[in-house]
């Protein structure tokens, strides 16, 4: 059997309901994956599966190569961080922090050189001597981490571990893990629904619906080649715009037509757009691919109609509409930038994005 984090043909059933149908997952030896999806699409259930928190309706589990679906949580050699996660109240930070260590009789020096390199990491080390009473959410959350990553363990487990840090507390949390990921060389698997935390930190991005995986890949390949128009809306903040329009094929040329819009295919979906189905499609237009002006040849005029302009200092978002139609649009136009007005704005015909209008796979 291959080592790493293995779970095939999982079903996870509360009572009549079935909130798992059938997962199939193969998470490699020292991978970093990262599971997101909206809130109840199964997230947590699916750590706690690994975890052995929670059984499996059916289906098996192997950790390392050794079939864990009957095993109790403590013969798994995993470490977990919780979402809803209880530090123990009369014990101090440093603490908390070492008591699984102290559990296993790790030696005191060992402990103490472990303790204090997680203090490091996570900010904590004025903090060592206090009660969790005494601490803010953030901190009490980065105590809860240190707890996990004091310990060796096969596979680390997070789930959402940074949400009740502030913003910039993430982002250099973000880096840390990563690094920590690099030092240590072990698989985890971490669950969030923030798209940015799983673009930046993962090997691979594994995103759900309803219980169901519907894309598993790299960062770069779920955001330039979503498997369909959820994980296209998914991934890539602002939101893409999905706008109907249809195949039009003059002259073998082929482009998409909408309300108040022609757009040229890129190559790379030429022959795909094709061979489509239907005539009937959906165009998706990420909002970071308008400019002000065309940079290039490839870039196409499209009449916008602004309703809001929103200055965010690296750019300015637009939501417009086209044709009728909602759709955002984000421009940089340098430090003079002013409320940006109704005109003809310009998109990156590369960057186009097509899929199917009826069962909404990508094209
Ligand atoms: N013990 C339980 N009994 C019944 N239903 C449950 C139980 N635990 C979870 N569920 C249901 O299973 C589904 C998946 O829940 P889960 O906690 O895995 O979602 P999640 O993706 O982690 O969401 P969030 O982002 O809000 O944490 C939800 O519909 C939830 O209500
Ligand atoms: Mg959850």
Same mark, same amino acid.
């Given at each position: 059997m291959a080592g790493g984090v293995v779970l095939k043909d999982i079903v996870k059933s509360f009572g009549d309901v079935t909130v798992i149908p059938d997962l199939n997952l193969d998470v490699a030896e020292g991978e970093f994956v990262v599971l997101v999806g909206p809130s109840g699409c199964g997230k947590s259930t699916t750590l706690r599966m690994i975890a052995g928190l929670e059984k499996v309706s059916s289906?098996?589990?192997?950790?390392?190569?050794? /079939?864990?679906?009957?095993?109790?949580?403590?013969?798994?050699?995993? +470490?977990?961080?919780?979402?809803?996660?209880?530090?123990? *109240?009369?014990?101090n930070v440093g603490e908390n922090m070492s008591f699984a260590l102290r559990l296993a009789r790790t030696s005191k020096e060992e402990v103490k050189e472990r303790v204090l390199r997680a203090a490091e990491m996570l900010e904590l080390t004025p903090y060592l001597d206090r009660k969790p009473? /005494?601490?803010?959410?953030?901190?009490?959350?980065?105590?809860?981490?240190?707890? +996990?990553?004091v310990r060796d363990a096969y596979c680390f487990l997070f789930d959402e571990p940074l949400s009740n840090l502030d913003a910039k507390l993430r982002a250099s949390m973000r880096t840390e893990l990563a690094l920590l990921h690099k030092r240590? !060389?072990?698989?985890? =698997?971490?669950?969030?629904? /923030?798209?940015i935390e799983a673009m930046t930190m993962a090997d691979r991005i594994v995103i759900m619906k309803d219980g169901l995986i519907q894309q598993v890949g790299t960062p770069k390949e779920v955001y330039n080649e979503p498997a369909n128009v959820f994980v296209a809306t998914f991934i890539g903040s602002p939101s893409m715009t999905l706008l109907d329009a249809e195949l039009v094929d003059e002259a073998g040329q082929i482009s998409v037509r909408g309300s108040?819009?022609?757009?040229? =295919? *890129?190559?790379?979906?030429? +022959?795909?757009?094709k061979g489509a189905k239907s005539r009937n499609i959906r165009v998706g237009l990420r909002p970071e691919h308008f400019a002000g002006t065309a940079l290039d040849d490839?870039?196409? *005029?499209?009449?916008?109609?602004?309703?809001?302009?929103?200055?965010? !200092?690296?750019?300015?978002?637009?939501?417009?509409?086209?044709?009728?139609?909602?759709?955002?649009?984000?421009?940089?136009?340098? *430090?003079?930038?002013?409320?940006?007005? /109704?005109?003809?704005?310009?998109?990156?015909?590369?960057?186009?994005?097509?899929?199917?209008?009826e069962n909404g796979l990508a094209i």
């Open positions: 289906g098996s589990i192997s950790i390392a190569g050794r /079939d864990v679906t009957w095993e109790r949580p403590k013969q798994r050699d995993i +470490a977990m961080v919780f979402q809803s996660y209880a530090l123990y *109240p009369h014990m009473k /005494d601490l803010s959410g953030g901190q009490r959350q980065r105590v809860a981490m240190g707890r +996990a990553v240590l !060389g072990r698989t985890m =698997i971490y669950v969030t629904h /923030d798209q108040g819009f022609e757009l040229p =295919i *890129p190559d790379r979906l030429a +022959a795909r757009a490839d870039f196409a *005029p499209l009449d916008l109609t602004v309703k809001v302009s929103e200055y965010i !200092g690296s750019s300015q978002f637009l939501a417009a509409e086209l044709g009728g139609a909602d759709i955002t649009a984000a421009v940089d136009v340098g *430090p003079e930038s002013d409320l940006l007005s /109704d005109g003809t704005y310009y998109f990156d015909t590369r960057r186009v994005y097509l899929f199917d209008r």
